[in-house]
């Protein structure tokens, strides 16, 4: 893990001179990651960002050939395993997606790195990304933020995904607002029903925002 955070450190020096947002997207699997990603394709048209995405699994090309599908410049990495990605691995995927612009003939202003779904160890390794995102949906149920909290305490934002389903599932809103606000005052919670668009204007505009900060204090 030590020799590790070399890389996440040359990661974030490369990424901080070309004035590129990288966000680290930890969640359970089926939480809705990858959908989050498919809808933010569409909505940061509006906002004038691109992205591209490293997609993380331990095994199958799946998640990035259903981005590559909506035209969002994805690579897969496949742990073969491996419960988390790693810095060493995501600097040559970023490497990768340099070649990906030359090809394509225009720059990324954010890469989201798709990590593994899971909610423990992915929190534990730094990817040389300027922040994490938690991910968490109505049906794995209102306790997560407590029963994992190095997440939850280290997130930037934390996401709300499946609220349509709130009508179907028992979900206690308010004791998962509170425990998240135990764990991290600050951290905006932004709920998502990704079927109907609610709460996706408040992501995209959440991202910029951090991108035109990355890009001030870039100088």
């Not at 699997?29 to 933010?40: D, V």
């Not at 509006?46 to 259903?66: C, H, W």
């Amino acid at each position: 893990m030590a020799e590790d955070e070399k890389y996440a450190q040359s990661i974030r020096d490369t990424l901080r001179a070309k004035k590129i947002l990288a966000v680290n997207i930890i969640g359970s699997p089926g939480s809705g990651k990858t959908t989050l990603l498919e809808q933010t394709a569409q909505a940061a048209k509006k906002t004038g960002f691109s992205f591209a995405v490293i997609e993380g699994d331990l095994e199958t090309s799946r998640d990035a050939e259903r981005l590559a599908a909506v035209g969002i410049e994805a690579l897969q990495i496949n742990t073969k395993g491996w419960c988390h990605l790693e810095a060493h691995v995501v600097e040559k995927a970023i490497a990768a997606l340099e070649n990906a612009e030359h090809r394509i003939g225009r720059a990324f202003d954010v890469i989201f790195i798709e990590n593994i779904g899971n909610l423990v160890c992915p929190a534990e390794f730094d990817l040389g990304e300027d922040f994490k995102i938690a991910v968490s949906s109505v049906p794995e149920g209102a306790d997560k933020p407590l029963k994992y909290p190095m997440l939850f305490v280290q997130a930037e934002a934390v996401l709300l995904t499946k609220t349509d389903l709130l009508p179907y599932v028992r979900f206690d809103m308010e004791l998962f607002h509170r425990d998240v606000r135990s764990l991290n005052p600050k951290c905006p919670i932004i709920e998502l029903d990704l079927i109907s668009g609610v709460g996706l204007d408040e992501w995209v505009s959440f991202i910029s925002s951090k991108l035109e900060g990355k890009r001030r204090n870039a100088g």
